[in-house]
């Protein structure tokens, strides 16, 4: 099993303020409880993640910080959105890439997708690609082909120097924000079928997350019976108590406790 990792996607969500709040809130806990086997990871809007790194590095908490997005060039004139080097300089490590908020809202094509994750992995950042079916392709059984697809259009061809900076996150659209979480054994099947995929591109070592309406009452299951690395966690991240009480789940199952 891999070393879980456990993401806080934020979305937009909470001002610098409360965003500064929140992280001293993760921070006293892990003093107080540390997660020793798993990897933390908080996910800001960009106006934020200065303020949430300066608590990270002052307090010493033990998370990276990640991002939502980045745009797919390098700079130059892109009006309201924010470079790769941007992000590295403010010490994120991770980027979320492909989401399917921004495929379907912000016209993020399975092209973009496949430049964006390049540009995150050059500079030297994990990416994190984020693959996953909506309802009536579930309904109409054509889930695997779909992420298939997703992961070929992604992955295929990408440098073995940059592979290890790739973990993928299956979050089935219907299930995000929904309250409908996928069974354990949609996602048990899913991430045998993404892991398959991956190894076929020369990627059978990356960690594979689940997301969709993830909780502190879900996460064992998912975890233990879903066999992921992990999750990407929406909701449920914006309380330090939930989003702790997954890393927990996580921690557990990886130590054998549950
Ligand atoms: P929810 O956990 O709110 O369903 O969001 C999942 C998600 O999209 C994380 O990126």
């Not at 797919?72 to 908020?101: C, F």
């Not at 070929?152 to 219907?174: F, M, N, Q």
């Not at 966690?233 to 406790?257: H, P």
Request: charged content about 20%; proline content about 2%; overall charge negative.
């Amino acid at each position: 099993m891999n070393r879980p990792l456990v993401i806080g996607n934020w979305k937009m969500n909470l001002d610098y303020v409360e965003a500064v709040h929140l992280i001293q809130q993760i921070g006293v806990v892990l003093k107080n409880k540390p997660l020793e086997h798993v990897e933390l990871v908080v996910v800001p809007p960009f106006v934020d993640i200065r303020s949430v790194t300066s608590v990270v590095d002052s307090e010493r908490v033990a998370i990276e910080v990640g991002a939502q997005h980045a745009n797919v060039h390098e700079a130059g004139a892109h009006t309201g959105e924010v470079s790769v080097s941007m992000l590295e300089r403010l010490n994120v490590k991770w980027v979320l890439v492909g989401h399917s908020e921004r495929r379907a809202m912000y016209a993020m094509t399975d092209e973009i997708v496949a430049q964006t994750l390049r540009t995150v992995v050059r500079q030297g950042l994990a990416a994190v690609l984020c693959v996953g079916e909506e309802l009536s392709i579930r309904e109409t059984e054509g889930h695997n082909d779909f992420v298939t697809t997703q992961l070929h259009a992604a992955l295929e061809g990408l440098d073995e120097r940059w592979r290890p900076l790739v973990t993928i996150a299956y979050e089935p659209v219907w299930a995000i924000g929904t309250g409908l979480t996928a069974t354990t054994e949609q996602v048990r099947e899913m991430t045998e079928h993404i892991r398959t995929v991956a190894a076929s591109l020369s990627l059978g070592e990356a960690r594979v997350l689940y997301g969709g309406s993830v909780n502190a009452e879900n996460a064992t299951a998912l975890m233990s019976e879903g066999r992921v690395d992990g999750f990407l966690v929406g909701g449920a991240s914006l309380k330090a108590e939930s989003f702790l009480t997954i890393g927990q789940a996580a921690n557990d199952c990886y130590d054998g406790k549950r």
